[in-house]
């Protein structure tokens, strides 16, 4: 028996009616989809992070060696 708790309060799936079951799948649907949304939102803000870092490093070389000649 799969037991869902809702509001601290047990209930057993299987005694639900299949337009609760329905809403239950929608709900879990909904909740994957969010954290891969999470994990998609933080896996570009790290490649944006990385890349301005990169060209901060690149553009201040690049002024170093300007400064130089």
Do not use: P
């Not at 309060?9 to 989809?33: F, P, R, W």
């Amino acid at each position: 028996m799969t037991k869902l708790t809702l509001d601290d309060t047990e209930y057993d799936i299987a005694d639900m009616t299949d337009d609760q079951k329905e809403i239950i799948n929608i709900l879990n649907v909904g909740s994957n989809a969010s954290a891969l949304l999470n994990h998609i939102t933080q896996c570009v803000q790290a490649v944006q992070q990385l890349k301005t870092n990169e060209l901060k490093s690149s553009l201040e070389s690049g002024n170093a060696a300007e400064e130089e000649t």
